[in-house]
């Protein structure tokens, strides 16, 4: 989605073959920030419903009885979280307690880079 807006920003044509990387670089930027702060955002948010007792938390927490449905299962937002940070759930939600070590794992989101 964010490199379509960009191209639309240029008026570069899905025909034309134009790469990724000379779309970033005429707009200005390294790599594509729009997903980035994204993942940063619901990062913290995390980090935010973790630390308090709320309804959310509850919510966000909880398991539903029953049988799932047929198909593919659809994408979790806890296991996007996983997903983002690397970690598995365990050290996510123990991570998530202690301010300073999960600021660094979400200041270290898109470089590459696994918090220590």
């Not at 779309?23 to 913290?44: A, D, Y």
């Not at 198909?71 to 979790?76: A, K, M, P, V």
Request: glycine content about 6%.
């Amino acid at each position: 989605m964010e490199m379509w807006i960009y191209r639309r920003m240029q008026r570069i044509s899905w025909k034309e073959k134009v790469t990724n990387k000379k779309v970033l670089e005429s707009v200005g930027l390294q790599r594509p920030e729009l997903l980035l702060t994204i993942q940063r955002r619901k990062m913290k948010y995390y980090d935010h419903l973790r630390r308090h007792d709320s309804i959310q938390k509850r919510i966000l927490e909880g398991k539903i009885d029953g049988r799932r449905g047929r198909g593919r299962r659809r994408q979790t937002w806890l296991g996007n979280i996983q997903e983002t940070s690397q970690m598995n759930m365990c050290e996510v939600c123990e991570t998530a307690l202690d301010r300073r070590r999960w600021r660094t794992v979400t200041a270290h989101l898109g470089y590459g880079m696994a918090p220590s």
